[in-house]
C-alpha cells in the first residue's frame, strides 16, 4: 500500500470489537463458546428435520434452510472476528473483505426473505388450513426457496457493487469486526451522498418487502385467530407461530436498532456492539428457540437419542 492520502488501499485492518486488552481472551473464548453452540445446534437441525420423515412439511423446510443459512452465516463472520482478539493486526485483503461483504449481504437478505416465506406458511395454515397441502406444494416451497436466494445474490451484488465502485485512500483501518457497509464508506475518498441513495433503495426493497409480507401474514392470522371461538383453538393457533413470532422480533428488531438510528444517536463504536446481536445471537438462538418450545421437534429427538440408546 502507497503512503500518499491518494493511493487505493490492497488491505483493511479490522478494529475488532474492542481495543481493551484485559477483555481480548475472555471475549475470544465468549464467542468461541458462541460459535460451537451456533454450529452445533444449526446442524442438529438440519440433521434432525433430513432424518425425520414426520418433519418433512412446508414449515420445516423452510426452518431447514433457515438452519443451513445460519450455520453459513456464521462462517462468514466469528472466525474473522475471533482472530481480532487474538492477533494484535487483524489483516484482511482488499480481495477478502469484499468477499466477506457479498456473502455477509447474501446471508442476512435471505434470513429476511426466508422469515416472510415462513411467515405466509404459517398464514396458509391457519388462514386457509383446508387448502394448505395445495397452495403449499413442494414446487411452491421451492418457488419461494429460489425467489429467497435470487433475492439473496440480488442484495449482495448490489451492496457489493456500490463499494466496488468506491475509491480508499490511505486510512485502511475499519472500525468494526467485519467488513460491513457503513464502516466501509467512512473510508472512502468519494462523496458518500449517491452511494447512501444506492444503499438506501436497495436495503428498502430487500427490508420493506419481507417486513410487508410478515405483516400482513400476521394481520389475517391475528384476524382469523380472534374469530375461533374456543379458547383451545385460539391458544393450538398462538403456540404454532409463537416460535417463529420469537425469531422474527429477535432478528428485526436487533438489525432496525443497529441500522435505522442515525450516527448521531447510536455512534459506529455503540452501533457495531448492537450489531452483534443479529449477526452471532441470533443465529445462535435459532435452533434453540425452534427445538425448546416445538413439539415436534422435541418428538424427533426423542426418538433419534432413543434409537441410540436401543442399537
Not at 457497509?181 to 444506492?198: K, R
Request: hydrophobic share 50%; proline share 4%.
Amino acid at each position: 500500500m502507497a503512503a500518499d492520502n491518494t493511493s487505493s488501499v490492497t488491505e483493511f485492518i479490522l478494529a475488532g470489537l474492542t481495543d481493551q486488552e484485559r477483555l481480548q481472551l475472555p471475549l475470544f473464548f465468549l464467542f468461541l463458546a458462541f460459535y460451537v453452540v451456533t454450529k452445533v445446534g444449526n446442524l442438529g437441525l438440519i440433521i434432525l428435520i433430513g432424518l425425520n420423515s414426520h418433519l418433512h412439511t412446508p414449515m420445516y423446510f423452510f426452518l431447514f434452510n433457515l438452519s443451513l443459512i445460519d450455520f453459513s452465516y456464521s462462517c462468514v463472520i466469528i472466525p474473522k472476528m475471533l482472530m481480532s482478539f487474538i492477533l494484535k493486526k487483524n489483516v484482511i485483503t482488499y480481495t477478502g473483505c469484499m468477499t466477506q461483504l457479498f456473502f455477509f449481504c447474501f446471508f442476512v437478505i435471505s434470513e429476511c426473505f426466508i422469515l416472510s416465506a415462513m411467515a405466509y406458511d404459517r398464514y396458509v395454515a391457519i388462514c386457509k388450513p383446508l387448502l394448505y397441502t395445495i397452495t403449499m406444494s413442494p414446487q411452491v416451497c421451492l418457488f419461494l426457496l429460489l425467489g429467497v436466494y435470487m433475492m439473496g445474490v440480488w442484495g449482495a451484488l448490489a451492496h457489493t457493487g456500490n463499494i466496488l465502485f468506491l475509491t480508499f485512500c490511505a486510512e485502511n483501518r475499519i472500525n468494526h469486526y467485519m467488513c460491513d457497509v457503513l464502516p466501509l464508506l467512512e473510508l472512502s475518498c468519494n462523496s458518500p451522498y449517491m452511494n447512501i441513495l444506492v444503499i438506501f433503495i436497495f436495503a428498502s426493497v430487500g427490508v420493506a418487502v419481507p417486513v410487508v409480507t410478515i405483516f400482513l401474514s400476521y394481520g389475517f392470522i391475528l384476524s382469523s385467530i380472534f374469530h375461533i371461538s374456543s379458547a383451545e383453538g385460539r391458544s393450538k393457533a398462538f403456540s404454532t407461530c409463537s416460535s417463529h413470532i420469537i425469531a422474527l422480533s429477535l432478528f428485526f428488531g436487533s438489525g432496525a436498532f443497529a441500522y435505522l438510528k442515525p450516527p448521531s444517536i447510536i455512534p459506529l463504536d455503540q452501533g457495531k456492539v448492537s450489531s452483534l446481536f443479529y449477526t452471532i445471537v441470533v443465529p445462535m438462538l435459532n435452533p434453540l428457540i425452534y427445538s425448546l418450545r416445538n413439539k415436534d421437534v422435541k418428538l424427533a429427538m426423542k426418538k433419534c437419542f432413543s434409537r441410540k440408546i436401543f442399537y
